[in-house]
């Protein structure tokens, strides 16, 4: 959090050394009242939330609700609720919420987890605050939620090839939904297999022929019992979920949100526009070298180049000043708090304690992963902050009540 200060500071300073932003300010209040907040919820007997997750679940869910109906617009998205300056996005602690009551969930079903309905209805408990989310629209922190879910369940002890298909679905729904825009913007002529995704009578056609075709494999199953059939199906499954699914990406994901996947590919497609982010970002990173420029001697971010300076693109001003090395301790820092929460999890006394660690640290990984990835442009861009270091007080709170939660689980660790 001293490290976010900091740079939140350094985002607000241009080139003359002039600091026109009061951001930092505000950072040290939320940390300040955050780690009133931290403290409560590590003295807070974590065993209690059990009984009131699927309260506190609900309660959540009715305030995302609220938010899409009463929330501030702020460049295109509903996502806060509050009054003039004050307010909070609210999808940033459904996450927190959603791994409690998911690990319930998963705890009381223990012997029914090889079963596809157990595995159906946890991914629905995940995907309520995520079409929630999605309404917003908030693309970044809706993805959050699958891999906290893939870990959380794989881990809980769901057979393998559940969590597999989810990944491969995902994947197909991905390739399918980039590849019409990938031909038009980046390859620049036709492919005639790609051609299809755009006619939706083919497209039919398509998913007709492989229905039969899964149904042919259900009867070989059932008729010769061989298990190849099984997993001819599976294949089949999981093409026909990636179809579906890119047909509803397409209708649903925006234009700028999709630019982002294409510029992620090439960014030198809208080099001022959509791919502006990730030039600027990798150019601030590359020129911090080894030790970098030197606190407040950033040149891409006191230039004002980088948008979002101050919460998506951080690490890409701590990158410049303070080049790889000070790169590697914030690594260094993230990687403490991921391996005392596998420690922690490992220690736990029950099952519910483990899975709400793991959950967490989830959460850490991918956020910290994410952002950074996008940052040095190995990741499209998503929005999503990095925690304790990204301006920002919502995800700050949140981030402290995740990491309290961690501390309530340590103390409580011995059965008595």
Not at 311 to 328: K, M, N, R, V
Not at 336 to 364: E, H, N, P, Q, Y
Not at 376 to 383: C, N, Q
């Amino acid at each position: 959090m001293t490290i976010g200060v900091l740079f939140i500071y350094s985002s607000g300073v241009t080139a003359d050394g002039m600091s026109f932003s009061r951001e930092w300010l505000r950072q040290l209040v939320w940390i300040g009242f955050g780690l009133i907040v931290f403290v409560a919820v590590s003295s807070f007997d974590y065993t209690r939330l059990r009984e009131y997750a699927p309260y506190i679940f609900i309660a959540i869910l009715l305030v995302l609700v609220g938010t899409l109906l009463f929330g501030r617009v702020e460049r295109g998205a509903r996502r806060w609720l509050g009054i003039g300056n004050l307010g909070v996005q609210p999808s940033e602690f459904a996450k927190t919420i959603t791994i409690l009551f998911l690990a319930r969930f998963l705890d009381e079903r223990r012997q029914s987890l090889h079963s596809p309905l157990t595995f159906a209805a946890a991914l629905a408990i995940v995907l309520l605050p995520v079409g929630l989310i999605l309404m917003q629209p908030d693309l970044g922190t809706a993805i959050v939620y699958i891999p906290i879910f893939l870990v959380m369940t794989y881990t809980a002890g769901v057979r393998p090839s559940y969590v597999l298909f989810i990944l491969l679905s995902g994947l197909v729904v991905i390739v399918l939904t980039v590849l019409p825009a990938w031909e038009t913007l980046i390859h620049g002529a036709e492919v005639p297999a790609i051609s299809i995704l755009r006619d939706q009578r083919l497209l039919l056609i398509v998913a007709a022929g492989l229905t039969a075709a899964g149904l042919l494999a259900l009867i070989g199953l059932l008729v010769i019992k061989r298990s190849y059939f099984r997993w001819v199906i599976y294949g089949i499954a999981v093409a026909l979920t990636g179809l579906g699914g890119s047909l509803l990406g397409r209708r649903v994901l925006r234009d700028y949100q999709l630019m982002r996947l294409i510029v992620f590919l090439d960014p030198n497609v809208d080099p001022r526009g959509a791919g502006w982010h990730i030039i600027q970002s990798v150019t601030a990173v590359g020129s911090g070298g080894i030790a970098g420029k030197g606190w407040l001697r950033g040149t891409q971010s006191h230039l004002q180049y980088l948008p979002e300076q101050s919460t998506d693109f951080i690490f890409s001003i701590l990158a410049e000043e303070w080049g790889f090395l000070g790169a590697l301790a914030v690594f260094a820092c993230f990687a403490i708090i991921i391996v005392r929460g596998l420690l922690i999890s490992a220690k736990a006394r029950d099952d519910f304690a483990s899975l709400v660690a793991i959950g967490i640290v989830t959460m850490f990984f991918f956020h910290s992963a994410v952002n950074i990835g996008m940052a040095i442009g190995i990741l499209p861009i998503t929005g999503i902050p990095l925690p304790f270091v990204s301006y920002g007080g919502s995800s700050l709170w949140n981030g402290l009540i995740a990491v309290g939660l961690l501390m309530s689980i340590y103390q409580r660790r011995y059965r008595y």
